[in-house]
């Protein structure tokens, strides 16, 4: 019940197309989704995170969809620029406790 | 705000010897802190959470005798890895929560290299 998939395990899109990175979670406890970017050689920078209450969050290009009943979220990126490749990270968790990664999406931008 | 670092950056140690890793949360107190490990092209594996003032709590799998984890403020955790040996060789990243919402900021890694 700990385990949150994700896919695609790879993605190559031309500049200004609409990645987008799908999560599953199992645990119905979870109460925080957050989204990570990192960058070879860096640790993950936090981009957006989502709760429950809501089914979309949107913070500049990036936006997240969430669907409650299907344990489902997805990372959707706005007039991707060749700057956003790096490794997307989904999480899922509890609020205030640890968070569980999925296994990242290398994400390939090109001009 | 929400700053996290970590020190040292990089660090190459012999076989046997012990190294030791700092995290810290520069702007915001840290109740919480994480440690995680990553393998090239994989994913952050949880090793121990981390209560200021508390012993670790760690997963399943990870030697607490070998790693060795102290929270002793609200801002610095540190996690010590004794007689380290090549297989230890990793990028080793902190986390810290504590802001408002629970959301994790991360540090920026220690890659160790353990020859």
């Known amino acids: 019940q700990q385990q949150v998939k994700q896919s695609p395990q790879s993605l190559i899109v031309q500049k200004g197309g609409i990645p987008i990175i799908n999560c599953a979670y199992e645990n119905t406890a979870f109460d925080y989704f957050p989204w990570y970017q990192q960058f070879p050689g860096k640790g993950p920078a936090l981009l957006i995170a989502i709760r429950p209450d809501v089914s979309e969050k949107k913070e500049g290009r990036f936006t997240i969809s969430f669907n409650k009943s299907a344990k489902q979220f997805s990372l959707h990126i706005m007039d991707s620029q060749p700057g956003d490749s790096a490794t997307y990270f989904c999480?899922?968790?509890?609020?205030?406790?640890?968070?569980?990664f999925g296994p990242g999406t290398s994400l390939s931008v090109i001009p | 705000g929400a700053v996290v670092s970590q020190h040292p950056s990089w660090v190459i140690c012999k076989s046997g010897t012990s190294v030791k890793i700092e995290c810290r949360s520069l702007?915001?107190?840290?109740?919480?802190m994480f440690w995680y490990r990553q393998f090239p092209k994989q994913s952050l594996m949880l090793m121990a959470t981390?209560?200021?003032?508390?012993?670790?709590?760690?997963e399943q799998g990870v030697e607490k005798d070998k790693f060795l984890i102290n929270h002793a403020s609200l801002t610095l955790s540190t996690l010590t890895v004794t007689s380290a040996h090549p297989e230890d060789s990793s990028f080793y990243i902190c986390?810290?929560?504590?802001?408002?919402?629970?959301?994790?900021?991360f540090g920026p890694g220690t890659r160790l290299t353990v020859t």
């Open positions: 986390s810290a929560s504590g802001l408002a919402h629970g959301e994790q900021y």
């Open positions: 702007d915001f107190q840290a109740t919480t």
């Open positions: 981390s209560n200021e003032g508390s012993k670790a709590t760690y």
């Open positions: 999480a899922a968790g509890a609020s205030y406790d640890k968070v569980i």
